[in-house]
């Protein structure tokens, strides 16, 4: 999770859209929002110890816009998560889209696949 953390704040730097990140907690759970942006927060749970997650709004159209573009590159759940296990490697650059298009939600919401290309 210190690792999310990092990616998610690399983002924020690296986006010009993602302005006034606020690093907070919600329920509990480390939670990031930009002024343009849909919160993203990150948690591991002991009823499922071998993973943690990173959970989007889940009225949003984002985890259904990543499922479009990165399928199987990740696990999902349902249209809130993406989850990860603790014995396999993050794939950093699809997951750096995903948080990006977190952190600009509102401005690309209109947009056909939140601005990207398929892939």
């Known amino acids: 999770m ?3 953390r ?3 704040l690399d983002v924020a ?6 302005v006034e990140l606020e690093e907070t907690l919600k329920w509990g759970e480390p939670s990031y929002v ?3 942006g849909s919160t993203l927060r990150m948690d ?3 009823k499922k110890p071998d993973q943690y997650a990173l959970y ?5 159209r984002l985890v259904p816009t990543f499922k479009k573009l990165y399928g199987n590159t990740f696990s999902y759940e349902g249209d809130r998560a993406i989850v990860f296990r603790l014995d396999e490697p993050v794939p950093e650059v699809e997951l ?6 977190a952190l600009t939600y509102h401005k690309i919401k209109h947009l056909p696949l ?4 398929r892939r």
């Open 44 to 46: 591991w749970k002991a």
């Open 13 to 18: 730097s690296e986006t010009s859209d993602a």
């Open 56 to 60: 989007f709004k889940c009225t949003s």
């Open 96 to 101: 750096k889209r995903c948080i990006a298009m």
């Open 34 to 36: 930009s002024k343009y």
């Open 6 to 8: 990092e990616l998610v």
């Open 2 to 4: 210190i690792r999310l």
């Open 114 to 117: 939140l601005g990207e290309q």
